[in-house]
């Protein structure tokens, strides 16, 4: 961790709004592209992701200075993506059928670095899965974790965070045969 | 144990992370199983594939636009508070007042002063049962022990 984004941080700690741009900017792309996989809506991903800034400044002085930054936003988007998705299949009317129905990519954001058509497949086929998979996925390719990182995140076993993961990856490949076929 | 159940590890050694027993009997068998081998190497083109998508950084202005953004709402809630602190207080003033000329004012009946009292007090009591509410949800809230973290 670096020392700059620890007193980044004290500053914000201290009130000061500006010490906080510096941080949003760093994270920003990964926090977009993030909230979209937990989402599985591009559309909603920018939204959902400053919100997550916003809740994490209002929770600024409940945080360890010392701590990396990214690992604490992280949770309070999954969070705060979890309860979007919550409500929205609440409301039945405006849902789309799990796992499925995104609008053509053309108009998508565009979220990857090095884009191929490969890439851009395999990416759709992410935000197709169920919530739960994408989750662990992106945890796991995307934020690189350990094991024990995703159980204490997920608050669930190790064991289930193997089982979870190897399910996700084979209904990501089973979709990606689909596709092809 | 089956080649199924050794399919269900095939995850956790891609990325290192079975015990070294696990890992051990998990390549003995690959040895002597064609189809676990493929199946092995399926899910390893997957993983690095998985492994090669990176978020794209945004642009300047892109990122400007995503820091005003963040920013209006930081103040939109500052704005929220104040207003609310406001509007409570006017509120408290007011109906202090009211209540303290209808008990000066002696034309008014003694019934309509108590209904009036009872009608604030009855606001007052639903008020702070709501704030209560509130509270208890925001702590039960199960998120938000992750926000602490
Ligand atoms: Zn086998």
Known sequence: MDETESVLIQRCQAGEKEAFEPIVRKYAGRAT???AVLLGCPQEAQDASQEAFVRAWRHIQR????????????????????????????RPTVSLPDGYALPSNDSDPVFLAEQNERRRCLFQAILALQPMFREILLMKHFQEMSYKEMAEALDIPIGTVMSRLHNARLALREALAKDES | MSC?????????YLDGEL?????????AHLETCDACRRELADLKRLTEDLDMIRFKEPGDEELARYW??????????????????????????????????????????NLLKVGVCALIAGLVVLFVSLLRERLVVCKVDRYSKEIER
């Open chain 2, 68 to 109: 005003s953004g963040v920013y209006n709402r930081l103040e939109r809630g500052l704005g929220w508070i104040l207003f609310s602190v406001g509007a409570i207080l006017t509120l408290c003033y007011g109906a202090f007042k009211v209540i303290e000329e209808l008990i000066r004012d002696d034309t008014v009946s």
């Open chain 1, 63 to 90: 945080f360890r200075p010392d701590a990396p930054f990214y690992p604490w936003y992280s949770a309070i988007l999954r969070n705060i993506c979890r309860s979007r998705l919550r409500r929205r299949s609440r």
């Open chain 1, 33 to 35: 592209g993030a909230a």
């Open chain 2, 19 to 27: 015990t070294a027993e696990d890992r051990r009997r998990f390549e």
């Open chain 2, 4 to 12: 199924d159940a050794f399919n269900r590890m095939a995850s956790a």
